[in-house]
């Protein structure tokens, strides 16, 4: 299949070095060697996350963590944000774990406000709540700074928060924060095959599974953890993706942590600047763009099947628009490996499409 560069919200572009350490022989995941690998990465994640909590590594894509932390840490009732797809999507599992739970609704395209998160949890209702920082299908990057100073009057809720499509791309200081779950997939700003996700786990979310039940087999933290402690994971890992994680994670810290956030903000204004110029409107509340996607608001006006189609006989791909702002938007990735100058090309080829 010929190679389309993406430019899209996940997976996304994955460099050839990558793919390379990724034929590195495979091997038994009861082995010394493994165990070591697991240890490097373990070190390396908490570094990245600026987190002294246990840093753990899922079999699984991003949404088996999601489904872990109501599992593991909702013993009352949940409160789910939502202001997108995929923290709507939260609420819809927390329920299907036979959780109780509400919803908070605010409205696609605006950040979660803390204000009425703090009315919220002052019922006293809940005690875990699900927070997504960045929203894939919006383009939104919630103040979770904000937020994070309301959940400090509430030291008995669990703070779950994916970071699915920001981890590695902007700074989130876990420990400062006070995130109990700090979750996301490698396929987005990590720059890796998908298959793979990562969460930063508190000691207090530790604990409060202690009280849980039903917590399950695949997912159970307590589970994890005894594994965790002997540099282990109870079943099969994904070994193969362990290895680019582990390279990957070395060239995010030679790269320079503030060097690779700034690499994603100078894109996302790149990216910013050329809707403008063409006319388009950002979907988000100004002030709560995303860094690692542009959501686009063409309000009906692109074909963007016809222009996806074009983009692909170039050698590009960009997502489409999520959920019910499909007809009206379309997405530009701007996450992982990929730098100005290719989303300057990419820009340019666009700006001959429309
Ligand atoms: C913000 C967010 N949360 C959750 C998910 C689900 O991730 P996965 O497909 O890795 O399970 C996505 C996927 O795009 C996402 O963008």
Not at 44 to 64: D, H, M, P, V, W
Not at 155 to 166: A, G, M, Y
Not at 240 to 251: G, H, V
Request: hydrophobic fraction near 40%.
């Amino acid at each position: 299949m010929p190679h389309r560069k993406m430019f899209t919200v996940g997976p996304v572009e994955v460099f050839p070095e990558i793919l390379d350490i990724m034929s590195t022989p495979v091997v038994g995941h009861r082995t010394k060697e493994c165990y070591e690998l697991y240890a490097r990465i373990k070190v390396k994640l908490q570094k990245i996350l600026y987190t002294e909590n246990r840093c753990f590594i899922f079999a699984s894509s991003s949404s088996g963590i999601m489904e872990a932390a109501v599992r593991n840490c909702v013993k009352n009732r949940c409160l789910n944000l939502v202001n997108g797809a995929f923290s709507e999507r939260w609420h819809k599992m927390t329920i299907s774990n036979g959780k109780s739970a509400d919803r908070l609704d605010f409205q696609w395209g605006s950040p979660i406000e803390a204000s009425k998160v703090d009315e919220a949890l002052s019922s006293g209702k809940y005690d875990a709540m699900t927070f997504v920082h960045n929203e894939t299908s919006t383009g939104v990057m919630s103040p979770i700074a904000e937020i994070t100073e309301v959940m400090k009057k509430y030291p008995d809720v669990i703070f779950l928060v994916d970071t699915v499509s920001s981890m590695t791309a902007t700074k989130i200081e876990v420990d400062k924060l006070g995130i109990d779950v700090c979750l996301a997939g490698v396929q987005k700003a990590f720059a890796l095959p998908p298959g793979l996700a990562v969460a930063s786990i508190s000691d207090k979310a530790i604990e409060k599974a202690k009280t849980v039940d039903n917590r399950g087999y695949y997912f159970d933290f307590l589970e994890l953890l005894k594994y965790y402690e002997k540099d282990q994971y109870p079943t099969t890992p994904p070994i193969s993706i362990m290895y680019a994680l582990d390279f990957q994670l070395n060239r995010m810290i030679i790269e320079g942590l503030d060097n690779r956030y700034k690499r994603h903000n100078d894109m996302a204004n790149m990216a910013r600047e050329w809707a403008h110029k063409k006319g388009f409107k950002i979907f988000p509340k100004e002030g709560y763009e995303s860094v690692t996607l542009t959501c686009i608001n063409h309000e009906g006006k692109v074909d963007v099947p016809s222009m996806k189609e074009k983009l692909a006989q170039k050698g590009f791909e960009i997502s489409s628009g999520y959920g019910k702002t499909k007809e009206v938007t379309f997405r530009i990735g701007h996450m992982g490996d990929i730098g100005v100058n290719d989303l300057k090309e990419l820009l340019e080829i666009m700006d001959d499409l429309i």
